[in-house]
Nanobody, 125 residues
Framework: QVQLVESGGGLVQDGGSLRLSCAAS????????MAWFRQAPGKEREFVAA????????YYADSVKGRFTISADNARNTVNLQMNSLKPEDTALYYC??????????????????WGQGTQVTVSS
């Protein structure tokens, strides 16, 4: 089993930046995929970015490509999400997730078996 704890959320102005971190404990192997999802009230959970512990391959949702950067720190068992040029539409509860047993990197929330509690990101205009 894997335990995930997110941190780094908060309130930021339009155009600002935040850095989210996901600390993983338990079984963290190189074959695991790590991802960030987000969910706004009344909306479906949305894929944001995904990465292997090895650092490649990396996938981004079109809505965040060029603004967000996902990275993996193997020494600290931590996955980070650097968010720049934030917009009000980025406001959501951001979740860290882990998936095991896949030869590819999953991009759907139903494919991830482990989830953190989420960290709130609010972008004001």
């Amino acid at each position: 089993q894997v335990q995930l704890v997110e941190s780094g959320g908060g309130l930021v102005q339009d155009g600002g930046s935040l850095r989210l971190s996901c600390a993983a404990s338990g079984r963290t192997v190189s074959s695991y995929s790590m991802a960030w999802f987000r969910q706004a009230p009344g909306k479906e959970r949305e894929f944001v970015a995904a990465i292997r512990w090895s650092g490649a391959p990396i996938y981004y949702a079109d809505s965040v490509k060029g603004r967000f950067t996902i990275s993996a720190d193997n020494a600290r068992n931590t996955v980070n999400l650097q968010m720049n040029s934030l917009k009000p539409e980025d406001t959501a509860l951001y979740y860290c997730a882990a998936a095991a047993g896949h030869a590819w990197v999953p991009l759907r929330s139903v494919q991830y078996g482990y989830w953190g509690q989420g960290t709130q990101v609010t972008v004001s205009s």
